[in-house]
């Protein structure tokens, strides 16, 4: 069997996401896992596949046909990884500014996790309506790096990037 990562991106419209299983299931392939979402207008995301290894140009002729109507669609071998080490979550909040997301990847990159899911979202205050920035992720972290050095680095750049950090186990 073969397990393939279906990218995806294009114009939002009604039946995308149907047509994206059409082209699936006629290869004869299972619809594992996915992240899909309207993001800035456009419909995008991933889709983990199973399927025969044979029928892996069928299923690309059949998402050609969805690629024609307006959805790009690449296709790529997912890459088996044995993950070890420590999960961890985090999330902060704090008022909307340029070099957030670069600053966090920063430190936790610097200590060589790996972030595994990643969201961020913006939302209105309650009192003032000004935009609030959220971030959620899931790291693993090597093996040596306890969660605690995570939690003091995030720490560490919170007060400069003015948000609110909460580090726990993944639960």
Do not use: C
């Not at 920063?106 to 939302?123: C, D, H, K, P, Y």
């Not at 609030?132 to 040596?144: C, K, N, T, V, Y």
Request: glycine share 10%; proline share 3%; aromatic share 4%.
């Amino acid at each position: 069997m073969a397990l393939l990562v279906l990218s995806v991106a294009g114009s939002d419209r009604p039946g995308l996401t149907k047509a994206l299983a059409a082209a699936v299931l006629s290869a004869g392939g299972n619809w594992l896992e996915s992240h899909l979402s309207h993001l800035g207008g456009l419909y995008v995301g991933s889709v983990l596949v199973e399927l025969d290894q044979a029928k892996v140009e069928t299923l690309r002729s059949a998402v050609a046909a969805v690629d024609a109507a307006g959805l790009e669609v690449r296709i790529a071998p997912a890459v088996e990884s044995a993950a070890s080490g420590e999960t961890l979550e985090f999330s902060l909040v704090g008022q909307d500014r340029p070099g957030i997301v670069n600053q966090v990847t920063a430190a936790v990159s610097q200590l060589g996790a790996n972030i595994e899911t990643f969201e961020t979202w913006l939302s209105p205050e309650a009192h003032s309506g000004a935009q609030l920035f959220h971030m959620a992720a899931h790291l693993r972290l090597p093996d040596g790096l306890k969660a605690s050095a995570v939690q003091d680095a995030l720490e560490a750049i919170s007060g400069e990037i003015m948000v609110d950090v909460a580090v726990g186990a993944k639960g």
